[in-house]
């Protein structure tokens, strides 16, 4: 296997790094103290395709691989991971689902405007009640002639301040247990659909997470995606894609992370020396290097599968795991090597450690992931 990136690779990570330093970097300490989402960033972002990276260019896409769309997520989150959130959120879940469960015409209607960063998109399926459990949904939808009337409330919803569409789930028939939840497209135009509360969070605060709360919102039967029915199996579909896309996030904070605690141990002296000539400091770096590599190579192979159209449940969810807890403990390390320093908002180790928590949460906590992986590993060969 070729682990080298193709000279378009290359570029790719290239033009994701310089706008996110010429973009993000120089704004990051005010929007994260203000929890400001910057709006037309973001949709520049998709003037350079990055909202719709894997989208064929029939639909608007930049019609590249699954591969390339987490070097996207990486890049942008070695500055700052609550924009990557976004942007994930973005392509992984909304524009995703459109494109996995909608018909044609639907994706014509939809995807141009969310590739091109023209829209936003944002994906509901997390409620109050119902957080690992996702399928102990209480939003409904009832049909009522040619519409579907949907009430409830979903939480944690990424974009959902700034959203023009959402995909939401909701429960069309209670007594099926397995194929009770369908899928739905709605415009956020519509009466009756709205964001709520915005959460004030430790982390990625550049992100905008809110509720979205739907009180007899009426969408037409032409919105769902999908079959009635089939929309949870379509959900976790995204979700194994989406997982990968969390994996390179991880990633992106954990070398973020590792950059600056070592070229801050280069420049910080103690008892006549850089630190970084300190054994105790090298093997920090040696191990948060390692763990980072490794934790990249699961994210690729996840990705190539993806590309290559096999399943990737148990290769996403051990790609989100590993990253996510190498991440946490890389950030950890940064924040020790940084020292005193370490505990500023003026150094960037701080932020680091304040946003990498979410990445074993969201998606599927760490222990959904192991319960995922548990449950592949022992239906081999039964």
């Known amino acids: 296997m070729d682990f080298r990136l193709t000279d378009e690779q290359t570029q790719i990570q290239e033009m994701v790094r310089d706008f996110a330093l010429a973009e993000i970097k120089p704004h990051l300490p005010e929007w994260d103290e203000a929890q400001h989402f910057p709006v037309d960033t973001f949709k520049r972002a998709g003037g350079l395709g990055m909202l719709g990276v894997t989208i064929p260019e029939e639909y608007g896409g930049a019609g ?33 689902h459109i494109y996995l469960a909608g018909n044609d015409e639907q994706k014509k209607k939809w995807l141009p405007k969310l590739t091109s960063g023209e ?41 959902a301040t700034y959203a023009d569409i959402s995909v939401v789930l909701a429960v069309t028939d209670r007594n099926d247990t397995k194929r009770g939840v369908t899928a739905f497209a709605v415009e956020m135009d519509r009466k009756g659909i709205r964001a709520g509360k915005k959460e004030n969070k430790l982390g990625m605060r550049v992100s905008d997470t809110a509720e979205l709360v739907m009180e007899d919102c009426r969408v037409p039967s032409s919105n769902i995606l999908g079959e009635i029915g089939h929309g949870f199996i379509g959900a976790m579909k995204v979700l194994d894609g989406g997982r990968i896309s ?7 904070i954990a070398r973020g992370a590792y950059e600056a605690a070592r070229d801050y141990a280069k420049q910080r002296h103690a008892f006549g020396k850089s630190i970084a000539e300190f054994q ?14 490794a934790a990249r190579l699961l994210c690729y192979r996840a990705a190539t599968l993806k590309d290559a159209g ?35 908002k003026e150094f960037p180790a701080e932020k680091f450690y304040r946003d990498v928590k979410l990445c074993t949460i969201g998606e599927g906590t760490s222990e959904i992931q192991r319960m995922v992986i548990a449950r592949g590993l022992l239906a081999e060969n039964s």
């Open 246 to 252: 969390i994996g390179a996030l991880a990633v992106g």
């Open 280 to 293: 105790a400091i090298q093997f920090m770096l040696a191990d948060m290097a390692t763990e980072i590599d």
């Open 310 to 344: 096999e399943k990737v449940t148990q290769a996403s969810a051990m790609a989100k795991l590993y990253a996510s807890e190498v991440a946490v403990r890389a950030t950890e390390k940064g924040v020790q090597i940084f020292g005193g320093y370490g505990f500023i």
């Open 119 to 159: 829209w936003i998109g944002a994906w509901g399926l997390t409620e109050p009640s119902s957080g690992s459990d996702a399928s102990g949904m209480h939003t409904t939808a009832v049909k009522d002639g040619d519409d579907w009337v949907l009430n409830g409330t979903k939480n944690f919803i990424t974009n």
């Open 64 to 96: 590249l691989s699954y591969i390339d769309y987490i070097h996207v997520v990486e890049e942008l989150a070695v500055i700052d991971s609550g924009f990557a959130l976004s942007v994930a959120a973005h392509n992984s879940l909304c524009t995703g």
